[in-house]
């Protein structure tokens, strides 16, 4: 019995602290995701004066699929 307790206490750590470092990465992937919309919108103007629509959709869309990444691994 003793040794079963501590096996499942051991397990129970071990996985424990593996889905915390799961689930920070996706709050940190979720708050650039954040960020980057934010700050694209704020600066529309500026983007699209430039003609730079392009460039800030495709760096959206990596952190976009990285969102969706760490999202499918929780």
Do not use: C, G, P
Request: proline share 0%; glycine share 0%; aromatic share 12%.
């Amino acid at each position: 019995m003793l040794v079963t307790l501590s096996m499942y206490t051991v397990f129970s750590k071990r996985y424990s602290t593996f889905r915390q470092e799961i689930i920070r990465k996706r709050k940190n992937h979720e708050k650039a995701s954040e960020f980057y919309l934010n700050e694209s919108i704020m600066n529309y103007e500026t983007v699209k004066a430039f003609n730079n629509e392009k460039l800030e959709l495709k760096r959206y869309d990596k952190l976009l699929d990285r969102l969706k990444e760490s999202a499918r691994l929780v």
